[in-house]
């Protein structure tokens, strides 16, 4: 057995010792022995066997899901803090150049340029 167990697979064979142990079963039960002191048909211990499992599965991608939305939170909180300071400074620089006469400064130079144009034609 050279394959490594994985955290949670060392936790359920834990688990499972101390539950064979506290019902009295032996430590080396087998499937057949389990389900007959649970009084339930091999077929049927693998069918809450394999319904755990599933369980175990959708619990695992609902956590993994809520972690996922917890990030998109965070992420869309800072994008929403990021565009308000993006929209604080532009409306700022909006005022800035008001009192500064920018946007006539600009709208000459544009009106220079044409007229410009036009003569060299």
Not at 36 to 63: C, F, L, P
Request: some cysteine.
């Amino acid at each position: 057995m050279n394959e490594n167990l994985s955290q949670e697979e060392v936790g359920i064979l834990i688990r499972g010792k101390k539950i064979l142990r506290a019902k009295g079963l032996p430590m080396d039960a087998d499937v057949k022995s389990i389900c007959e002191a649970a009084g339930i048909s091999r077929k049927t211990g693998y069918q809450w066997a394999g319904k755990v499992e599933s369980a175990d599965r959708q619990n695992e991608m609902e956590h993994s899901l809520r972690q996922e939305n917890d990030r998109f939170k965070a992420e869309h909180a800072e994008l929403e803090k990021r565009y308000d300071d993006l929209r604080f400074e532009n409306e700022g620089r909006k005022i800035a150049w008001k009192i500064h006469g920018v946007d006539e400064l600009i709208a000459g130079k544009k009106n220079t340029t044409i007229s410009r144009k036009k003569q060299k034609r």
